[in-house]
């Protein structure tokens, strides 16, 4: 049995984690730790409220994070904690900053003064910047692996570098226990009502339009939330300490792809779409090299992509009462100019 402090644990991710862990895992102990931010929603854990200890904290306060992890001897910490708007990124770049870099830095510190026995943080295939729209990245080798250079192009991937680059230092400097696991994007139940899939579903599901970027070819690689899970605990079960696991599926689709997919699920016009001015830095494509996490922990995904985007859409259409009262709560809503983020 293992006590886990699973950071960021009301948000998307976090929360379909803490679900999942608890479900593969049932002895071990969750501390679920969420600042409860614009986008941290406890409700996202009201089915497992009885099974885990929940904390409202800021990870950036250090020593409150030292004494987190020594009053509940924790052993594993799992870092999800992140500012992961993009295009709010643009508007107020400190707030990434601060939490992405300075506290994860505040966390990795409180981690190495606990002695923690492993440290995993949650990241982005962002971090590498773009891909051309055109060609095929896996044939000419310019897909993105474990040692591509990071060129991050906006504030939001520049401070999920920054962090990165903070846990590899902790793990090298003071061999603190780490591992990292940077992601394709991510859909599934309980995201957040300004991300582009639930985004379209939920103004379809009002009959408002769906807001899509002018350059609505961009493409992005696409993982289903419990499969990015599922790779995570392999990770901690079976990775090896300092390395760096891409978990991708290969399978991408553009903007506008993503919208006719919701549209089309929930019988609504394609009149619905409306085109909106490109965000700054707005990349254009994003794939994964995910060899190295198959083949070395025996990962694979399970959730077909369409089947996985259908239920998505079901699940929103079925939960409004959990999406309703989060509407007009992201900073940007109100912003057309850049009003989705993938």
């Known amino acids: 049995m293992a006590t886990l402090l699973v950071t960021g ?8 984690y803490v679900r999942h862990h608890l479900g593969t895992h049932p002895h071990d102990r ?5 600042l409860l931010t614009y986008a941290g929603h406890r409700k996202s854990l009201a089915d497992v409220e009885d099974r885990i200890t929940f904390l409202r904290e800021d990870i950036a306060h250090a020593a409150r994070m030292e004494a987190v992890l020594t009053e509940h ?18 508007l107020q770049p400190w707030r990434f900053f601060r939490t992405n870099v300075v506290g994860t830095a505040a966390l990795l510190e409180a981690a190495r003064q606990a002695k923690v026995a492993r440290f995993h943080h949650i990241s ?3 971090v590498y910047g773009d891909l051309p729209l055109e060609g095929d990245p896996v044939a000419d080798g310019t897909v993105f692996g474990e040692h591509s250079p990071y060129r991050p192009r906006t504030p939001y991937n520049a401070s999920k570098a920054g962090a ?4 590899r230092a902790y793990g090298e400097t003071y061999g603190l226990p780490v591992t990292i696991t940077n992601s394709a994007n991510n859909y599934g139940p309980y995201q957040f009502p ?6 379209f579903t939920t103004n379809a599901l009002r009959d408002r339009p769906l807001p899509l970027y002018a350059s609505t070819q961009h493409r992005r690689e696409w993982i289903h939330v419990l499969d990015h899970c599922r790779a995570i605990d392999a990770v901690l ?55 190295l996490t198959r083949d070395e922990l025996g990962w694979a995904p399970t959730i077909d992509f369409d089947e996985g985007l259908a239920a998505t859409v079901g699940w ?25 983020a993938e």
């Open 9 to 16: 644990a009301a948000g998307f991710i976090g929360s379909n």
């Open 30 to 34: 969750i501390v679920a730790l969420d």
């Open 316 to 340: 929103y259409a079925e939960h409004r009462d959990w999406w309703e009262p989060l509407i007009g709560r992201s900073p940007v809503v109100e912003l057309s100019v850049w009003e989705h």
């Open 124 to 126: 982005t295939c962002e």
């Open 237 to 291: 079960d079976r990775g090896e300490l300092g390395r760096t696991y891409l978990v991708g599926t290969g399978v991408e689709r553009t903007v506008e792809e993503i919208a006719d997919a919701v549209l089309a699920a929930l019988g609504k016009p394609a009149s619905l779409k409306q085109i909106v001015p490109d965000r700054p830095g707005h990349d254009r494509r994003y794939l994964l090299d995910s060899s």
């Open 164 to 167: 990165d680059h903070a846990v």
């Open 194 to 199: 300004e991300k582009v899939i639930p985004l």
């Open 73 to 90: 001897a924790v052993d594993v910490v799992v870092n999800f904690a992140a500012e992961s708007h993009n295009s709010f990124a643009v």
